[in-house]
């Protein structure tokens, strides 16, 4: 009973202090030199929570920064946010560090931190250039970069004008065996887009799709690596970069027809952050113009275009917001994901985080 109590007296202790505000900058009006310098004044290191599911899968922001910041010691810790989110909650209740920032793909648990007065207030330099949609009004977190899932297929194997690129395109029998996708109950984000595909079309468009036979795994990122390396020929649960990358024949279409799935993905500082100031470096740097310009998919700024011709994420059949709604709603979320597990089965196999990614899965 003495140890329930002191762990209960603990862990309040340990809220009391988390919640406790740091120095807070609500508009951000220095340079990003000058926020370099505070950073370096501070002990010039970072720590971030970030989603992912494959090593690596974060470069193009790390390096960015790294090259620009070089005397940031940036510390990037990436798992699947669905366990990033209970890990800070745990840090927060029993009183251990917590990241400096907290980038995830579930947005849901930014609405739920703020509630608890979890996160500080900080409007980044560059905050009245997001879309309003994508950022909290009250500066407690706000999206950083636009992510599509859609079709993804590599022209060695099938030409663009035979890939596949609206649902009812996949029942086709000349793919049958061909097409990877991610377990939609091992990600809410793919499980998001069956949502649509059931509410568009049925049931019977999901029993189809199980009947074509496509193989199933855990994580976004092997459908994508697997494609690339001309193991299958499509997927449309997995994400590429608008602008081909040199040497590829992986390529990313839009649907025709059909609704797809963009996320913005999101992050906030949370009270108790070791190093504030290279946090507010963090976010400053990565909605600027600098970065946003050659983000692989689609930017939150108000002033930059997609790449490769793709312009406004708003002039295409999408919306972050939806998927931001859908998430909240976590009765529904998980109602829906038991249904589809007992239709395909439970989700098998390794953590995406620890698979083998150089050979063909089967």
Not at 111 to 131: A, I, N, S, T
Not at 156 to 169: G, L, N, Q, T, Y
Not at 309 to 336: A, L, Q, W
């Amino acid at each position: 009973m003495k140890k329930i109590i002191k762990n209960t007296f603990i862990g309040a202790l340990a809220l009391t202090l988390i919640s406790t505000p740091s120095f807070a900058v609500e508009f951000e009006t220095r340079s990003l030199d000058e926020l370099y310098e505070a950073a370096i004044e501070e002990g010039g290191k970072l720590v971030i929570w970030s989603g992912g599911d494959k090593p690596g899968q974060r470069d193009q922001i790390l390096i960015a920064f790294r090259e620009r910041f070089p005397k940031i010691d940036l510390q990037d810790h990436m798992d699947l946010s669905k366990y990033h989110n209970g890990r800070f909650d745990l840090a927060v209740e029993t009183g251990r560090p917590v990241p400096d920032v907290i980038e995830l793909q579930t947005l849901h648990d930014f609405d739920f931190w703020k509630e608890k007065r979890l996160l500080v207030q900080y409007r980044p330099l560059g905050w009245d250039k997001v879309y309003p949609a994508y950022k909290d009004p009250d500066g407690y977190w706000m999206g950083l970069y636009g992510v599509s899932f859609s079709n993804v297929f590599n022209k060695s194997m099938i030409p663009e004008d035979e890939a596949p690129r609206d649902a009812m395109d996949y029942l086709n029998p000349a793919l049958k065996g061909k097409i990877i996708l991610t377990y939609p109950h091992d990600d809410d984000a793919v499980l998001y887009q069956f949502w649509h595909l059931q509410k568009k079309y049925g049931w019977e468009y999901i029993e189809k799709l199980i009947a074509n036979e496509p193989l199933w795994v855990r994580g976004t990122a092997m459908p994508y690596v697997a494609v690339d390396n001309g193991w299958y020929p499509v997927s449309f649960t997995t994400s590429w970069a608008f602008v081909p990358y040199p040497n590829s024949d992986t390529r990313f279409i839009l649907p025709k027809d059909d609704f797809f799935l963009t996320w913005t993905q999101s992050a906030a500082i949370p009270k108790g952050a070791a190093h504030p100031e290279s946090a507010r470096l963090y976010l400053s740097f990565v909605i600027s113009k600098e970065f946003q310009s050659v983000w692989y998919q689609w930017p939150v700024r108000t002033d930059v275009t997609a790449r490769g011709g793709y312009g406004s994420i708003h002039d295409h059949h999408t919306s972050p917001v939806d998927f931001h709604n859908f998430m909240r709603d976590r009765g529904k979320v998980e109602r829906f994901k038991i249904q589809i597990e007992e239709l395909i089965g439970p989700a098998t196999g390794i953590s995406p985080m620890v698979m083998n990614y150089t050979v063909k899965p089967k």
